[in-house]
């Protein structure tokens, strides 16, 4: 393992413990997209299937399964425990106008016709639009709470390093997976215009 693809880990980690610590301690999940955390525990209980058939390594397992475990405690938090400061009202993205044409175009492209591998695909493949409800509610309310913004930016941060982790990949071990790198540069894509607001906000709070 590299080191641009430890700190993705790393920085994933992060942002998934500073949502559930903002929303522990507020007693809140206010400005947080219940469905954007909907559509990301389905990217991590599709992806890690092969948690059952095949082992790595003890880090590999250990990320996994924390992984899978934050993202339902998420949306549990949001849709149970603290279900009277979710807002639905503002929370109005179509999913399934990602979920189906995902699951289609990983039924067409993908790396083997086996049902591990379409959903593994159709993981990749929502995982770069999953977080559009978040962006989504934030466009319709003109504002982002401080930790919501720290969350995804810290999001962002690991499809970049990965980004660069395939890159280095690339050059050092010969492997390249189309199908993910393709799905990174879009997800990363779609956080450009947040990295730009997110920065500029940054230096004016500086001076």
Not at 101 to 118: A, K, R, T, Y
Request: with cysteine; net charge neutral; aromatic share 20%.
């Amino acid at each position: 393992m590299n080191i641009f693809r430890l700190t993705g880990d790393l920085s994933h980690l992060a942002a998934i413990v500073i949502l559930l610590l903002k929303i522990w301690k507020t007693r809140s999940c206010a400005g947080i997209s219940g469905k954007s955390q909907l559509l990301f525990a389905l990217v991590f209980t599709t992806r890690y299937l092969d948690l059952f058939t095949s082992f790595i390594s003890l880090y590999n397992t250990s990320m996994k399964l924390i992984y899978i475990a934050c993202s339902y405690a998420t949306v549990y938090l949001i849709y149970m425990k603290f279900k009277a400061t979710y807002d639905g009202n503002h929370d109005t993205f179509r999913v399934e106008f990602l979920v189906v044409p995902v699951g289609g175009l990983s039924f067409l492209v993908n790396h083997d016709f086996s049902p591990l591998e379409i959903l593994w695909t159709f993981s990749i493949y929502l995982e770069s639009v999953a977080i559009l409800p978040q962006l989504f509610m934030i466009s319709k309310t003109g504002e982002a709470e401080t930790i919501t913004t720290h969350y995804l930016f810290f999001l962002g941060l690991y499809r970049a390093l990965y980004l660069v982790n395939w890159i280095w990949r690339f050059y050092f071990e010969g492997f390249f997976d189309l199908i993910a790198v393709v799905a990174g540069v879009v997800q990363t894509i779609l956080y450009c215009d947040f990295f730009y607001l997110y920065i500029t906000k940054a230096l004016l709070f500086s001076f």
